[in-house]
């Protein structure tokens, strides 16, 4: 069975730092990209970064540039995410997300348009002001 599953969130001061795990099974972990999109109360999900397991290439939306870092740890079958200086508006459900990779690497624009193969069900990151 496949499964993804995400944690690490919590709440937080802005300037903060949070550290997001997504834990997977179920898979070849080699052969797929793993993403993070995020979705705010009232707002669209929103694809913040992604991280092709094969050759470790990621990628980021602008407005997270800087701030977050995508890692993987191939040994761990787990993708982080390091998000630094937290600000109120990167409040919202954290989800990750994989599709099957091949020989492909993956921008996040690429990454996007892909559907996803699975889902986690998220991590709340709140960020007080």
């Known amino acids: 069975e496949v499964q993804l599953v995400e944690s690490g969130g919590g709440l937080v001061q802005a300037g903060g730092s949070l550290r997001l795990s997504c834990a997977a099974s179920g898979f070849t972990f080699d052969d797929y990209a793993i993403g993070w999109f995020r979705q705010a109360p009232g707002k669209e999900r929103e694809g913040v970064s992604c991280?092709?397991?094969?050759?470790?290439?990621?990628d980021y939306t602008d407005s997270v540039k800087g701030r977050f870092t995508i890692s993987s740890d191939n040994a761990k079958n787990t993708v982080h995410l390091q998000i630094d200086n937290l600000k109120p508006e990167d409040t919202a459900f954290y989800y990750c997300?994989?599709?099957?990779?091949?020989?492909?690497?993956?921008?996040?624009?690429?990454?996007?348009?892909?559907?996803?193969?699975?889902w986690g069900k998220g991590t709340l990151v709140t960020v007080s002001s």
């Open positions: 997300a994989t599709t099957w990779a091949g020989q492909r690497s993956f921008t996040l624009a690429s990454f996007l348009e892909y559907g996803m193969d699975y």
């Open positions: 991280i092709t397991m094969r050759n470790g290439k990621s």
